[in-house]
């Protein structure tokens, strides 16, 4: 199985503020690579597929670049409502596999 | 819009089974990948499976090989899930997802004794 891994486990940060999260793959995934948004209690959201491919309707402060095994996530400018956990996912290979999360809260 | 319902939250004993189910509407059911992901309670997200109904195939995560099954009824545009042998591990909110763009609500499933 592929292993994903993100890094930071959890961030804090001011509203406004870059933030950046990035997902390494233990083997080439081309670009097949989701990124979600999880709030609690509520299922995952899709926010960018194809590593860089912004989902209809999601913000534009929201954006994924990447390929092969390295990838990154940004959210340009932090709003309160970003408050979640973003996961990444591969599905180049079965089975798909999450990353561990990334907890963004607010400074 | 594509809407997933799901069936409502169950509690079962060890060594049993469950099935859950999950309804589409407001769009094509048979052309798409409906897959099955869980999490248990403060972790992350599993992939369990996946069924493309209009092949009738379906591909699991080996972990969960021999105890889940996965079908689907084009005729009503609903997917199953189906875990055996339940034990406490399984304790979770599994969730189906239609192209991992829609998402059913969720369905707690909880193994006590």
């Known amino acids: 199985d592929i292993q994903m891994t993100q890094s930071p486990s959890s961030l804090s940060a001011s509203v406004g503020d870059r933030v950046t999260i990035t997902c390494q793959a233990s083997q080439d995934i081309s670009n097949y690579l989701n990124w979600y948004q999880q709030k609690p209690g509520k299922a995952p959201k899709l926010l960018i597929y194809?590593?860089?491919n912004l989902e209809t309707g999601v913000p534009s402060r929201f954006s994924g670049s990447g390929s092969g095994t390295d990838f990154t996530f940004t959210i340009s400018s932090l709003q309160p409502e970003d408050i979640a956990t973003y996961y990444c996912q591969q599905y180049d290979n079965l089975p798909s596999t999450f990353g561990p999360g990334t907890k963004v809260d607010i400074k | 819009q594509v809407q997933l319902v799901q069936s409502g939250a169950e509690v079962k004993k060890p060594g049993s089974s469950v099935k859950v189910s999950c309804k589409a509407s407001?769009?094509?059911?048979?052309?798409?990948?409906i897959s099955w992901v869980r999490q248990a309670p403060g972790q992350g997200l599993e992939w369990m499976g996946r069924?493309?109904?209009?092949?009738?195939?379906?591909n699991y995560a080996q972990k969960f090989q021999g105890r889940v099954t996965i079908t689907a009824d084009k005729s009503t545009s609903t997917a199953y899930m189906e875990l055996s042998s339940l034990r406490s591990e399984d304790t979770a909110v599994y969730y189906c997802a239609r192209d991992y763009r829609n998402w059913g609500q969720g369905t707690l499933v909880t193994v006590s004794s």
């Open positions: 407001g769009g094509t059911f048979s052309s798409y990948t």
């Open positions: 069924i493309i109904p209009i092949l009738g195939i379906a």
């Open positions: 194809d590593a860089s």
